[in-house]
């Protein structure tokens, strides 16, 4: 398990802005499709613990993104 992270951060080390768009598009994709398989009854469910995964997991993202942004401003007034 090891092995695989350590290549998963040498992969995003290696990624420009691009490639991750192209990631989330195909990312995206598979969850419209998966979405679509989802029989009627069960879709209330779906939808909120999507919801909540969404929350959960763009929250850190937009903190360490805005952490970068801040750090980028200051470096550019003060230095």
Do not use: H, N
């Amino acid at each position: 398990m090891k092995c695989l992270f350590s290549c998963a951060d040498e992969y995003l080390r290696k990624c420009d802005w691009k490639d991750m768009a192209l990631l989330k598009f195909c990312l995206f994709s598979m969850g419209v499709l998966t979405g679509m398989q989802i029989v009627g009854k069960d879709k209330k469910k779906v939808r909120i613990a999507a919801s909540v995964v969404f929350v959960l997991t763009y929250i850190p993202l937009m903190i360490k993104f805005l952490k970068i942004v801040v750090d980028k401003k200051k470096e550019v007034t003060c230095g």
